[in-house]
Nanobody, 126 residues
Framework: QVQLVESGGGLVQAGGSLRLSCVASGRTFSIYAMGWFRQAPGKEREFVAAIRSSTGQTYYANSMKGRFTISRDNAKTTVYLQMSNLKPEDAAVYYC???????????????????WGQGTQVTVSS
């Protein structure tokens, strides 16, 4: 079992920045990759970014490149999502997720992530 707890969401003005954190606990050694997804009201949950645990290699949805940065701490138990130049369309509940599959490819599909946090709300005012 892996437990994930997100924090850092809140209200920010358009153009502003926020940093989300996700702390993993439990069988963290089993995590192949950690990802961030988001879900806006009335929309499907979408991939934002992911980071491979062993190498730190990062992956981004095309629309997030250049504005969002995923990173982790040295202990590999906390993952961050630095968001800058936020837009109203970035408003959503942001979820952290852990992929514990035995695999060689980081996934952008939520179905491949077994463990999820409770989500943290990001609101962007225009």
């Amino acid at each position: 079992q892996v437990q994930l707890v997100e924090s850092g969401g809140g209200l920010v003005q358009a153009g502003g920045s926020l940093r989300l954190s996700c702390v993993a606990s439990g069988r963290t050694f089993s995590i192949y990759a950690m990802g961030w997804f988001r879900q806006a009201p009335g929309k499907e949950r979408e991939f934002v970014a992911a980071i491979r645990s062993s190498t730190g290699q990062t992956y981004y949805a095309n629309s997030m490149k250049g504005r969002f940065t995923i990173s982790r701490d040295n202990a590999k138990t906390t993952v961050y999502l630095q968001m800058s130049n936020l837009k109203p369309e970035d408003a959503a509940v942001y979820y952290c997720a852990a992929d514990v599959r035995t695999t060689v490819r980081v996934s952008v599909y939520e179905s491949d992530y077994r463990y999820w946090g409770q989500g943290t709300q990001v609101t962007v005012s225009s």
